[in-house]
């Protein structure tokens, strides 16, 4: 009897471990007991981007239609018909009188009406800064060559110089004898900046000192009564030694001179007395000159002689606004009054196309360095970007 009790605990002891062992390796060997459980974590990662604070995330102006390519196709005789509008920008409360693209071709300036410059980033159109500092129309603006510096001309009578980094308006200049600043340039170097005023001549100053190194007085040409200009044409050579000029006088003629810029001698008559130039503008090799006159539709091609013109451009129908070849000298663009943007062989006169936009009086035009972009500033208030899509 004591036996069998015996072999009955042993037996009950041995089913106990054996349920203790079978569970236990259960729990251990079980897929979901070695399986991190990732549906528990509450990871929070914070990029970059999550950091910026609403303020500072940036959008275009304007999105839409194609965009700039990544590596930019110089605009040229055989694809000038391909040329199309790559973007449209608004912010502007009045006409842009004047527009201008950085030599790297990333940034634009416009001058409008409004009385302020905006600066732009062609990539994605996005308004970098609004520059407010004329009390008065803006009639003209440029970049320096190394794009740190903007330089424009208002009916303040003053001339401002801005930082491009962050806006900071370093100088103004007013000179009386100025009076209303028509238009400004940078030399080709930099170093100079070209202002015309209304009361008939030319300030050469240095840009960094903002001193007085040349008075350019347009021969024949008041600076009281009538002899106000109310239009310059002013165009450096492409190595900075010469300086073309050409006043539009709503009393009289008016004539194209060429300067030396370092050398105080009398200026070489071009062509004259009995031009009203709207603007003007020198081919990249120093040969032609393009002058368009006020209230003509049509425009010349002159030699740098001044001899009778080469070729008379005609084909628009209201005035040609503003002139400018494109950097490899085979195009030249006309802006015009009639909304349209005119694009013709230099070295046969020929029309390529009209370029249309939304119909707006054209303004100011200016082509980016590499020659892939073509700008236009209208008289609503829009800048065009045209580009190869």
Not at 65 to 73: D, E, F, L, R, S
Request: proline residues 5%.
């Amino acid at each position: 009897m004591q036996h069998e009790l015996s072999m009955s605990c042993n037996r009950l002891l041995f089913v106990l471990l054996f349920v203790f062992v079978v569970s236990g390796c259960g729990v251990i060997g079980s897929p979901d007991a070695t399986k991190q459980p990732t549906s528990t974590l509450n990871i929070s990662v914070v990029t970059p981007e999550t950091r910026l604070p609403p303020t500072a995330v940036e959008t275009p102006s304007d999105t839409s239609g194609p965009v700039p390519t990544a590596t930019p196709i110089r605009i040229s005789t055989g694809n000038v018909a391909l040329l199309s509008p790559l973007r449209t920008l608004m912010g502007h409360d009045a006409d842009v009188t004047d527009v201008a693209l950085s030599a790297d071709g990333g940034l634009l300036v416009s001058a409008s009406r409004d009385g302020t410059l905006r600066v732009w980033r062609i990539a994605d159109g996005k308004l970098i800064q609004e520059l407010s500092g004329h009390s008065d129309v803006v009639h003209s603006v440029d970049i320096s060559a190394d794009g740190s510096l903007i330089v424009s001309g208002s009916d303040d009578r003053t001339v401002g110089l801005w930082r491009v980094a962050d806006g900071t308006l370093v100088r103004s200049v007013r000179n009386e004898l100025l009076g209303r600043v028509m238009k400004v340039a940078f030399s080709p170097d930099g170093n100079l900046i070209a202002m015309g005023g209304h009361r008939c001549i030319v300030e050469l100053r240095s840009t960094w000192s903002g001193t007085l190194r040349r008075t350019l007085a347009q021969p024949f040409c008041s600076v009281t009564g009538e002899g106000q200009v109310d239009y310059w044409g002013l165009a450096f050579s492409a190595d900075g030694s010469q300086i073309i000029t050409g006043e539009g006088r709503p009393c009289c003629g008016g004539s194209l001179q060429r300067w030396q810029v370092e050398e105080s001698v009398e200026p070489t008559l071009i062509r004259g007395y009995d031009l009203v130039i709207r603007d003007v503008a020198i081919s990249p090799d120093g040969e032609t000159l393009a002058v368009a006159l006020v209230g003509s539709p049509s425009f010349w091609l002159l030699d740098m002689e001044g001899d009778e013109p080469q070729r008379t451009l005609e084909g628009h129908r209201l005035r040609v606004n503003d002139l400018e070849f494109s950097p490899n000298g085979e195009i030249i663009a006309s802006a015009s009054r009639d909304g349209r943007i005119g694009l013709w062989e230099v070295e046969s006169g020929t029309l390529f196309r009209y370029l249309e936009g939304d119909g707006e009086i054209v303004t100011s035009l200016d082509f980016s360095a590499d020659g892939s972009l073509l700008v236009s500033g209208l008289e609503g208030g829009g800048i065009i970007l045209w580009g190869l899509p």
